[in-house]
T-cell receptor
Framework: QKEVEQDPGPLSVPEGAIVSLNCTYS??????FMWYRQYSRKGPELLMY????GNKEDGRFTAQVDKSSKYISLFIRDSQPSDSATYLCAPGLLSGGYNKLIFGAGTRLAVHP | DTGVSQDPRHKITKRGQNVTFRCDPISEHNRLYWYRQTLGQGPEFLTY????????KSRLLSDRFSAERPKGSFSTLEIQRTEQGDSAMYLC??????????????FGPGTRLTVL
């Protein structure tokens, strides 16, 4: 079993839809939870991160963490074609003095006009 | 400074050849990471530098791989005697003091390696 599981998709939605992206993880030691967005042939860019269980909102994006069930979600409201990308969840922890991130495989999202 | 840069962006080589990639981190960042990403997978950690010291290496980093960060600035990743299984995107990231602190790793565009 992988430490971080993520449905690879692809997920295809119409413009304006609400998108729900999910991850599960197995290591209860993870201390913070990140979402990265990766456009084709580009490096990942950080969208959001949170330390605690609960919701964190940033514009059209909401990150949700449930540590008790080891479940991470990212919601995108009013999705736009420019949101078409691969979304990577990445829980992390301090290990050996550095910030160790474990990436999921990513979910490919396509938002069509 | 506009971000992390990597060179070359693409590299095609024949099996058995040596290749070297370069990463220039964001200038004030003292932490530097190398990752490998294969098609349909997320980035996998390879190694970590704090300043010039290499503090962590993944088991994925076989003895054919070596990374350096002389003077704590740019870093190089060398693969000797390349194999077809080395074909992947090699990503560099850096982190340092900033609004989001050391937790945010800024990624470069990657070097795509194809081993024929």
């Amino acid at each position: 079993q992988k430490e971080v599981e993520q449905d690879p998709g692809p997920l295809s939605v119409p413009e304006g839809a609400i998108v729900s992206l999910n991850c599960t993880y197995s290591n209860s030691a993870f201390q913070y939870f990140m979402w990265y967005r990766q456009y084709s042939r580009k490096g990942p860019e950080l969208l959001m991160y949170t330390y605690s269980s609960g919701n964190k909102e940033d514009g059209r994006f909401t990150a949700q963490v449930d540590k008790s069930s080891k479940y991470i979600s990212l919601f995108i409201r009013d999705s736009q074609p420019s949101d078409s990308a691969t979304y990577l969840c990445a829980p992390g922890l301090l290990s050996g003095g550095y910030n160790k991130l474990i990436f999921g495989a990513g979910t490919r999202l396509a938002v069509h006009p | 400074d506009t971000g992390v840069s990597q060179d070359p962006r693409h590299k095609i080589t024949k099996r058995g050849q040596n290749v070297t990639f370069r990463c220039d981190p964001i200038s004030e960042h003292n932490r530097l990471y190398w990752y490998r990403q294969t098609l349909g997978q997320g980035p996998e950690f390879l190694t970590y530098f704090q300043n010039e010291a290499q503090l962590e290496k993944s088991r994925l980093l076989s003895d054919r791989f070596s990374a350096e960060r002389p003077k704590g600035s740019f870093s190089t990743l060398e693969i000797q005697r390349t194999e077809q299984g080395d074909s992947a995107m090699y990503l560099c990231a850096s982190s340092g003091p900033g609004q989001r602190g050391y937790n945010e790793q800024f990624f470069g565009p990657g070097t795509r390696l194809t081993v024929l």
